[in-house]
């Protein structure tokens, strides 16, 4: 293999390594943006304490009283 070959696959390489770093970082922070932005709003059965946590969550407790309640839909 000459020289100019060898030395086009290297740099091809490198630019395919930068690129695959790139697009899995651009991903990674997208992800965790969009987890930061997303609330989950509740309200308590018991005590009717409106609170909001953030990420996924299906159930929660009430800081208040402690009553597990389901996440409110609209
Ligand atoms: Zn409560």
Do not use: K, P
Not at 44 to 55: D, E, F, K, T
């Amino acid at each position: 293999m000459d020289i100019v070959v060898a030395t086009l696959a290297y740099c091809l390489l490198v630019a395919g390594l930068f690129l695959g770093l790139w697009i899995y970082y651009d991903r990674r922070d997208h992800a965790r943006f969009e987890a930061e932005r997303r609330h989950v709003s509740f309200q308590c059965v018991r005590c009717g304490h409106l609170y909001a946590l953030q990420g996924e969550h299906n159930r929660s407790n009430c800081a208040l009283c402690g009553q597990e309640n389901d996440r409110l839909r609209f």
